[in-house]
């Protein structure tokens, strides 16, 4: 008896001793609710378990990082299709291992060619509706999958989409949290046509635990996998789509489902204290994170400390400044001509950080310059390779607009256009709206350092900026940066119009002190919290030195970061 009470109160004391060293360590940085994933072969992170173990066993079987990431992606628009699915559209950024660069893709579908302003004002609409026909855009995803594959792929399409067809088929049990929100949207969704018949088995919405197919969905990936890019924009496919959103009121046709096509462009970056921090330019809303980058560089971040009211204010003035050109400048370029040095230099940042002042500002303007709810996850194999790939449908799962036997929703990204003619994001046909998805990524010395994201409409950015804060200022390993508090800004102006008069509301997630809270108040902030706003998180970190892969899964989501 003695013997196992001695061993009991060192197992007390051992276990002790680490929380008081876990607990020492919070007052610096954050709380980990896990350890990083190490591995050397290849890692892969998403937010569905079995999508990350899909996304491996393609590794393992000799698929490469781009192979991998589609076959993941494919499971989630499966099990997760309140966040993602090929009624969407993809942006991704790929460090090539063979060319030693990073490539970014735009994937994002266009506006119908019958679809403008002057069309729904003669309608008696002025604002774009959130759900409904009106506000989808052609899906871009699959296109987007198709250009990886081509570009780098080095696995068939019918052993990459294999997986996601057997488990449509067969069925797979819902987690926790994909089954709140699937219940959510059951509650919105549920007397849209289709929704029942393929998200609401038995007449019940989907909650955890139980096992959910999609065999309409496993058709149409076969047929993808067979035919590729015709087979999603072309024949059968695009004809359902086009003839039920037209039934439904919409204007979509098939020559604009025919017609999209994607863009390989060159990401953009900044230099943050050594590190070059990517995003992809816009029309997403990457860059913010690029501007908020390069106003918080001016001050010392690693002097202050991990959620102290200077940090926060700083951080949330100089959101505040990004999201004021965000409103005005960010859009389709094929429409505008955008000045995205000037936002992104140095200088500007200069300029636009001396506006700052201890006390929080109710409103800022743009600058003047001369005109010029989603998935994250990442992949990276033995060769080096890197995804960074973000996609999703907007506002959860969509638009309501569920084609017939095609076993996936529609996205409503169209609801991000402005009504204001002039705006540089106005609607107009054929165009890209504004994009709240954006893939991040990080080199050092041009070198692959992290690939990483941060899921959630606007919290993207400012959560892009964490991230990076955190890992280089705060000195935070990769779990931690992600699981560390964040904060959250709401009340910007809009690409879509309106303007910040009040000075908004800063949400703060659990964990920071009431003594932060009482000091930001002082300085004229309205502080409160907001569940489940704070973005899910993903990253692959690659160790040039031990030459290994490390890998981080968001602890507020379902996910799971795992490698061989």
């Known amino acids: 008896m003695k013997k196992v009470l001695y061993h009991f109160l060192i197992l007390f004391l051992l276990t002790n001793t680490t929380i008081l060293l876990a607990q020492d360590r919070v007052t610096e940085s954050a709380t980990a609710t896990r350890s990083e994933v190490l ?14 173990q899909i996304g491996l066993d393609i590794l393992k079987d000799g698929g490469n990082a781009i192979d991998a990431a589609i076959a993941a992606n494919a499971t989630l628009g499966l099990m997760e299709p309140t966040g993602c699915g090929i009624g969407g559209d993809l942006f991704a950024i790929i460090w090539s291992a063979k060319d030693q660069q990073l490539y970014g893709l735009n994937a994002s579908g266009r ?8 069309f729904l004002k003669s309608k008696g609409i002025d604002k774009i509706p959130a759900y409904g026909p009106i506000p989808v855009t052609v899906p871009g995803c699959v296109d987007g999958w198709m250009e990886m594959h081509q570009k780098f792929g080095s696995m068939d399409l019918p052993t990459i989409f294999e997986p996601a067809i057997q488990y449509a088929n067969n069925g797979f049990p819902v987690t926790e949290l994909i089954g709140y929100y699937l219940t959510l949207s059951s509650k919105r969704f549920k007397d849209y046509p289709n929704f029942a018949s393929t998200y609401m088995p038995n007449g019940k919405p989907l909650e955890k635990g139980m096992v959910f197919k999609n065999p309409a969905l496993a058709k149409t990936y076969q047929k993808i996998a067979k035919e590729g890019r015709k087979g999603f924009y072309s024949g059968e496919t695009a004809q359902i ?7 439904q009121g919409g204007v979509m046709t098939v020559q604009d489902l025919k017609s999209h096509t994607s863009e390989w462009l060159e990401p953009v970056s900044t230099n943050y ?74 200088e500007y940042a200069r300029e636009r950080k001396a506006l700052i002042s201890e006390r929080s500002a109710r409103t800022y303007d743009a600058g003047k310059l001369e005109q010029g709810n989603t998935i994250y996850m990442t992949v990276a194999d033995k060769d080096g390779n890197m995804v960074s ?57 041009g070198k692959p350092w992290v690939s990483f994201g941060l899921m959630g409409g606007a919290m993207q950015p400012q959560g892009h900026a964490q991230i990076v804060m ?11 940066a992600g699981d560390a508090p964040r904060m959250q800004h709401t009340g910007s102006s809009e690409p879509t119009g309106g303007k910040m008069t009040d000075g908004g509301r800063v949400l703060l997630e659990t964990g920071f002190s009431y003594e932060t809270i009482r000091a930001l108040m002082r300085k004229g902030h309205k502080v409160g919290y907001g569940l489940g706003s704070y973005g899910g998180y993903q990253a692959i970190m690659w160790d040039a030195e031990n030459k290994v892969y490390y890998g981080a899964s968001e602890s507020r989501k379902d996910g799971q970061a795992a490698g061989y």
């Open 39 to 52: 591995s050397q072969n290849g890692m892969v992170a998403t937010s569905h378990p079995l999508a990350t």
């Open 470 to 480: 955190n890992l280089i200022d705060f000195n935070m390993n990769l779990q931690e």
């Open 389 to 445: 790939l973000i996609q999703s449908n907007y506002r959860g799962m969509g638009s309501g607009m569920i084609p017939p036997d095609l076993g996936f929703m529609l996205q409503d990204r169209g609801e991000l256009f402005s009504m204001e003619k002039g705006h540089y994001n106005a609607l107009e046909p054929n165009k890209r709206p504004f994009h709240t998805i954006i893939p991040a990524f990080i080199t050092k010395d």
């Open 111 to 118: 506006s119908p060619e019958k679809l403008s302003i002057d």
């Open 241 to 247: 789509i086009a003839t039920f959103l037209q039934e």
């Open 273 to 346: 204290r050594g590190y070059d921090v990517w995003e992809l330019p816009p029309n997403g809303q990457g860059i913010a994170a690029l501007q908020i980058l390069n106003m918080m560089e001016q001050y010392d971040v690693a002097e202050m400390d991990f959620g102290s009211p200077d940090y926060i204010h700083y951080f949330i003035e100089a959101k505040k400044l990004a999201f004021e050109d965000r409103a005005k400048y960010y859009a389709d370029p094929a429409f505008n001509n955008l000045p995205i040095e000037q936002l992104i230099s140095k």
